[in-house]
């Protein structure tokens, strides 16, 4: 059984760097074809993909954030990090963490976390 | 502005048959397999569809997709109440080497 959980902290002032936790169990970020990613969903908002790091340590980042963003992960631990930078009240949104399943013919997010909702205030 | 355009709403009365729209680009869907996440108020995105048109174990053959040069959709048969809820397609984007969401279709069962 595959399980995902966020945490970090639920409010952070502007300006502050933002780091996120995946711990996860029931799989291993080492097997071939897997990766982990992060997404964000801002209050009644859309879905925005952030990073993503696969089993032999490649790394993508959303263009847009990618001067904020830092992902890493822990294979030990079972765990996966997310820096973001430079926090701004407009960042304040639910934050996940999903298991992407890669093969030749797709790619997707097959598990998710419950989310996180990170505030960014003063 | 999503890369991925949706309709913002849909409905439809229980056991109709209701489609939901995603446009995208040659980088996108044109080239890409598509994915279909249904959300619930205040839950994670669960995925629906993947690979365009394959459903994971569980979900009910009720719900199918498609896709068409750079266009796909979402369709649900014989609508239920719980069907009501958050729909987002997802597709691979080559040019901006990363991972694209629709809007979002807030589903209502009327």
């Known amino acids: 059984q595959i399980t995902l959980k966020e945490s970090g902290p639920t409010l952070v002032k502007p300006t502050q760097t933002l780091t996120l936790t995946c711990t996860f169990s029931?799989?291993?970020?080492?097997?071939?074809?897997?990766?982990m990613g992060w997404v964000r969903q801002p209050p009644g908002k859309a879905l925005e993909w952030l990073a993503l790091t696969y089993w032999d340590d490649d790394k993508r980042y959303s263009p847009s954030l990618k001067n904020r963003l830092t992902i890493t992960k822990d294979t030990s631990k079972n765990q996966v990090l997310l820096t973001m930078t430079n926090m701004d009240p407009a960042d304040t949104a639910t934050y996940y963490c999903?298991?992407?399943?890669?093969?030749?013919?797709?790619?997707?997010?097959?598990?998710w976390g419950q989310g996180t909702l990170v505030t960014v205030s003063s | 502005q999503s890369v991925l355009t949706q309709p913002p709403s849909a409905s439809g009365t229980p056991g109709q048959r209701v489609t939901i729209s995603c446009s995208g680009s040659?980088?996108?869907?044109?080239?890409?397999?598509v994915n279909w996440y249904q959300q619930f108020p205040g839950t994670a995105p669960k995925v629906l569809i993947y690979g365009s048109n394959q459903r994971p174990s569980g979900v009910p053959d009720r719900f199918s997709g498609s896709k068409s040069g750079t266009s796909a959709s979402l369709a649900i048969s014989g609508l239920q109440s719980e069907d009501e809820a958050d729909y987002f397609c997802s597709a691979w984007d080559d040019s901006l080497n990363g991972w694209v969401f629709g809007g979002g279709t807030k589903l209502t069962v009327l």
């Open positions: 999903a298991v992407l399943y890669s093969s030749s013919w797709y790619e997707y997010f097959h598990h």
């Open positions: 029931g799989f291993s970020l080492s097997t071939s074809g897997v990766g």
């Open positions: 040659t980088s996108n869907i044109g080239s890409k397999t």
